[in-house]
């Protein structure tokens, strides 16, 4: 059993930053990846990143490369989010998920003004 715990959403204003944390517990495969999504209301839940849990390959989202940063913490078993130069757009519950096991967080939320 895995389990995955996000944090760091909020509301934050155009331009600004976000950085989302998912704390990873369980036996996770060697092998596996820790995935970001996110799910606006009303649209299907898009890929954000990726990161491999035992190296450091990354993968983006259309688009996000640049303004998204994924990253990990191995001590401490975390993922992290960095966001920055944040758009109304990208309003949804940001989630994050083990790959190939395919277990979920509980989302975050986050809320970006105009």
């Known amino acids: 059993q895995v389990q995955l715990v996000e944090s760091g959403g909020g509301l934050v204003q155009a331009g600004g930053s976000l950085r989302l944390s998912c704390v990873v517990s369980?036996?996770?495969?060697?092998?596996?990846?820790i995935r970001w999504f996110r799910q606006a209301p009303g649209k299907d839940r898009d890929f954000v990143a990726r990161?491999?849990?035992?190296?450091?390959?990354?993968d983006y989202g259309h688009s996000l490369e640049g303004r998204f940063i994924i990253s990990k913490d191995a001590a401490k078993k975390t993922v992290y989010l960095q966001m920055n130069n944040l758009k109304p757009e990208d309003t949804a519950v940001y989630y994050c998920?083990?790959?190939?096991?395919?277990?979920w967080g509980q989302g975050t939320q986050v809320t970006v003004s105009s």
């Open positions: 990161i491999e849990w035992n190296g450091e390959k990354t």
């Open positions: 369980g036996r996770i495969f060697s092998y596996a990846a």
């Open positions: 998920n083990t790959s190939p096991q395919d277990y």
